[in-house]
């Protein structure tokens, strides 16, 4: 059996960055969400290595990378993902990315294009999560967009609290089912790993961009994965499917897992369903 080793890498800007690699063959990066570290993958780390070169990548001030004071922008972890497949001189890479993972991605391709990616995943990342009041529901819905302007920075500045348990709590309770076990939900609270400054900054500046001119640069295969009791609205991917021209989209029900982190709470139904699609040529 493939071990999983802990690796390094510095970015252009002199950050050390962590990340966790198994497997060989083809390689499949993957990029969890804001907050989260490189273990959050590791189911799908156990099951991918098999055919595949799994690499799990730590964003800069998350689990084992350094923790620097600077560079929380979608922007910069966009070019931070280019400096990481330039250092591995990776091509036609498989990428999984979940939530503000996935944003990272959106900035990547709009800065870089896709020449290095030959199929994408995307867990659970709508286009736009701040609301324009002058948006009807239906766009609201399409779009993705939950976040109030008036009330964002009293959301983020909740991550500035040195006892944040309370609220990392809260969060995972709205992001998982209510068939969740409580073992899964330790689980994703374990693998909440940033400094609470370094949350807030992150937080605010995603809520904060506006992908829908990228979607249409998506020019790969494309699976888009949601659940049906998402905090984000389900018809946000629907409306990307429509926008990307090479795109599938997975609707996950509550049953399967259907919030935010469908591949902690059913990993083996995840798996198969990402599977099928890598292995359809």
């Known amino acids: ?8 890498f510095t970015t252009n800007d002199n950050v050390k960055l962590h990340y966790l690699e198994a497997g060989s063959g083809q390689t499949i990066v993957m990029l969890p969400g804001a907050g989260f570290s490189a273990e959050l993958f590791i189911n799908q780390i156990a099951e991918f290595k098999k055919k595949y070169r799994v690499i799990s990548l730590d964003k800069r001030g998350h689990g084992k990378s350094e923790k620097v004071d600077f560079g929380y922008r979608v922007s910069r972890l966009g070019k931070d993902l280019h400096d990481f497949l330039e250092f ?3 091509d ?3 990428i999984i990315a979940h939530s503000l993972g996935a944003s990272s991605v959106y900035e990547y391709i709009d800065l870089f294009g896709t020449d290095k990616i030959s199929k994408l995943v995307i867990i659970d990342e709508p286009a736009s999560l701040l609301i324009n009041p002058k948006w009807s529901e239906n766009e609201r819905q399409n779009y993705g967009a939950i976040y109030e302007a008036s009330t964002l920075h009293e959301l983020t500045n909740k991550f500035f609290a040195e006892d944040s348990l309370e609220l990392l709590t809260e969060i995972v309770n709205r992001m998982t089912t209510q068939l969740a076990a409580q073992e899964q939900k330790n689980f994703i609270l374990k693998c909440m790993d940033i400094p609470g400054k370094s949350a807030a900054k992150l937080y605010f500046n ?15 295969p494309t699976l888009l994965i949601t659940g049906k009791v998402s905090l984000h609205p389900w018809q946000s991917h629907k409306w990307m ?6 795109s599938k989209l997975e609707l996950i029900s509550e049953e399967d897992g259907g919030n935010h982190f469908p591949f902690v709470e059913k990993p083996d139904n995840f798996n198969k369903i990402v599977a099928s699609f890598l292995n359809n040529q």
């Open 206 to 220: 995603n809520i904060c961009q506006d992908f829908r001119d990228v979607m249409h640069k998506i020019d790969v």
């Open 88 to 90: 591995l001189e990776l």
């Open 241 to 246: 499917s429509e926008q990307i021209p090479l």
């Open 92 to 94: 036609k890479t498989i």
């Open 1 to 8: 059996m493939s071990k999983v080793i802990s690796k390094y």
